[in-house]
């Protein structure tokens, strides 16, 4: 299914939360959402997401610590079943230029690349 290309900076607001782009979910609670990635980079490729809008990991904006806590305990679990299943896991984020989206998130992964960047 062929979608709009993103012109924003805010791909999870703009596109995921608002349900304009459907994603298989992995886990949800209140807060934060997990999913598979739409384009992945590794065989195993999940994103973890706050629902609310967080710019990154170190201007978490005005969603707080409390919030990063939370995040932080669903990509811990999930990296738990990654690592338990596959054997290893790399969980990463990016900041600056190298984070595309301007919203916080993670990404929960294990294999060898799929693509080159």
């Keep these: 299914m062929a979608h709009e290309p993103y012109v924003g900076n805010d791909i999870y607001c703009d596109w995921i939360l608002s349900g304009k782009l459907p994603v298989d979910v992995v886990a949800e609670t209140e807060e934060v959402l997990s999913f598979h990635h739409s384009r992945p980079f590794w065989p195993v490729h999940l994103v973890v997401i706050p629902k609310a809008h967080t710019p990154s990991l170190v201007d978490l904006g005005d969603s707080g610590e409390i ?8 990509v811990r679990q999930l990296a738990a079943e990654i ?14 230029e190298y984070q595309d989206s301007k919203h916080l998130h993670f990404h929960v992964c294990s294999g060898d690349p799929l693509r080159e960047e």
Excluded: D, M, S, W
């Excluded at 338990?84 to 600056?96: D, I, K, P, S």
């Design 67 to 74: 919030l990063l806590a939370k995040i932080i305990k669903v």
């Design 83 to 96: 690592t338990e299943q596959y054997g290893a896991c790399r969980v990463l984020t990016n900041l600056g």
